[in-house]
């Protein structure tokens, strides 16, 4: 995609502080960090939502988002724990059409957070639980 600034740091067309590359993935610096050492990680290939990518290519995306989660802790940057976080659509605030993963420093006290609306108090019943499970369970692909 020519005008997806994460394709355009792949080709080299944009600057990355690169920390991981190989010939499927590459992961960078995010240059709005929620603290000092977020790191992303993406296919090289450009793919907008998780569902486009294949398996081959998202098992070893996770696999690299392990091993870089694990150099964040070790480089002595400000980490007391780790977020990994997914936007994956406009609804749930995918901001760059470029599948990614966050790799969040965390430490208490950082200010950063989750917030629960007013679904999150809902409590279904098992009944209701299982229905959403069965229905999960047909779509799921083969």
Known sequence: MKNCIF??????TEPASVVYSDD????FMDICPVNLGHVLVI???H???L???DEELGAHLFKIT????EAVRKSGVKC???NLFVADGEAVFQDVFHFHIHIIPRFKGDGFGLKFGPNNLLRPN?????????DIRKSLKK
Do not use: F, Q
Not at 7 to 12: A, F, H
Not at 66 to 69: G, L, N, V
Not at 126 to 134: F, G, Q
């Open 80 to 82: 007391e724990g780790i």
């Open 43 to 45: 296919p090289k290939v």
């Open 47 to 49: 793919v907008t939502y």
């Open 51 to 53: 569902s486009e990518l």
């Open 66 to 69: 392990m091993r870089i989660a």
């Open 126 to 134: 098992r009944k209701k639980l299982d229905k959403l499970a069965n």
């Open 7 to 12: 394709c355009k740091i792949v080709n080299g």
């Open 24 to 27: 499927k993935v590459m992961a």
